[in-house]
């Protein structure tokens, strides 16, 4: 009974580079959330995705961030051209289509931006 | 605007004591609550929640009091182990029902 799981755990980019984060979230779990955790700090809202849909992406940056939730395959959040304010640890959560406040959370993916 | 706080940034106590670990939140609104636990490196675990129509509720050896006359909410863990150390969240499910908001969490150690 595999968790939702993310990779890479660790990313290192430059300035200017993209990153890409993949989330596969708990089987039987069609709702995908991320956050973002800057040391000591809360996690903080961006995205929440159903299949093929972006539902509410108030806590997406303007610029340069992006994510989805494609029919198949994983959920991707994509950060181009990198900056190192993005630095920080992001984490994917997943809930049952029938469930959606009690979201579970994977490990995480650092990210370091040099 | 919506935002959830905790009382104390850390909290130390002894093996087998009981821990309390305070939480306020200001939206009144505000229907669903979370507490997760996160280990160093790890990402948020779920441990209990509770919604707006109930003031407490139990889970294995942890349980959440809810006070919504004065927008708090917390977590009691009995006996507390070296292995509940971490930090803890509060979370509250955003109005919208899409997200959830995060205090800035304590940290709890646990000596033995």
């Known amino acids: 009974n595999a968790g939702v799981m993310q990779n890479p755990r660790h990313l290192v980019r430059r300035r200017g580079q993209e990153a890409r984060l993949r989330c596969s979230p708990m089987?039987?779990?069609?709702?995908v959330y991320w956050y973002r955790q800057l040391p000591e700090e809360g996690l903080k809202f961006m995205v929440y995705?159903?299949?093929?849909?972006?539902?509410?992406e108030s806590g997406m940056p303007k610029e340069r961030f992006s994510a989805e939730f494609p029919k198949e395959g994983p959920s991707i959040l994509r950060i181009q051209q990198v900056v190192r304010g993005d630095s920080a640890a992001y984490f994917c959560?997943?809930?049952?289509?029938?469930?959606?406040?009690?979201?579970?959370f994977g490990p995480g993916t650092r990210l370091l931006v040099l | 605007g919506e935002s959830v706080g905790l009382h104390l940034p850390t909290l130390s106590v002894q093996e087998g004591d009981n821990s309390i670990i305070n939480c306020a939140y200001s939206?009144?609104?505000?229907?669903?609550f979370i507490w997760y636990k996160q280990e160093s490196g790890k990402g948020p675990q779920f441990i209990i929640d509770?919604?707006?129509?109930?003031d407490k509720r139990q889970g294995q050896r942890v349980t959440v009091l809810l006070n919504k006359t004065v927008k708090h909410l917390s977590l009691q863990i009995a006996a507390t182990q070296p292995g509940d150390s971490a930090v803890y969240f509060c979370?509250?499910?955003?109005?919208?029902?899409?997200?959830?908001?995060f205090g800035k969490g304590t940290t709890l150690s646990v000596s033995s």
């Open positions: 959560a997943s809930s049952p289509a029938a469930s959606q406040e009690t979201q579970y």
């Open positions: 089987k039987g779990h069609s709702h």
């Open positions: 995705l159903q299949k093929e849909n972006i539902i509410d």
């Open positions: 939206n009144s609104a505000s229907d669903y």
């Open positions: 509770i919604r707006s129509n109930m």
């Open positions: 979370a509250e499910l955003n109005q919208a029902g899409t997200a959830l908001i």
